[in-house]
């Protein structure tokens, strides 16, 4: 089992900066990839950005050049540093952590960029 738990969210301005984090605990030996999703009212879930235990990144095409996904395994926590923020990244921001072929996922932080 492994539970994740977010934080960090909040109301920023547009070309404002907030950085998410998420901190695993149970069974955190055994997550590889980790990641962060988000929502937006009225749409599907999307993929944010990924990382694996090597560090090897992933990131939408929306996000690219204003994101940056890190993670800190001796603390087991998971960060998303979000720069340049623009009203379409108003969502819910979901962490994962995926366990072998499972996903585990945190209850969300929310995010308002105000125009």
């Known amino acids: 089992q492994v539970q994740l738990v977010e934080s960090g969210g909040g109301l920023v301005q547009t070309g404002g900066s907030l950085r998410l984090s998420c901190a695993a605990s149970?069974?955190?030996?055994?997550?590889?990839?980790m990641g962060w999703y988000r929502q937006a009212p009225g749409k599907q879930r999307e993929l944010v950005a990924t990382i694996t235990r090597d560090f090897i990144t992933d990131y939408a095409d929306s996000v690219k050049g204003r994101f940056t996904i890190s993670r800190d395994n001796a603390k087991n926590t998971l960060y998303l540093q979000m720069s340049s923020l623009k009203p379409e990244d108003t969502a819910v921001y979901y962490c994962?952590?995926?366990?072998?072929?499972?996903?585990?996922w945190g209850q969300g932080t929310q995010v308002t960029v105000s125009s």
């Open positions: 994962l952590g995926v366990v072998n072929s499972y996903t585990y």
């Open positions: 149970g069974s955190i030996f055994s997550i590889n990839t």
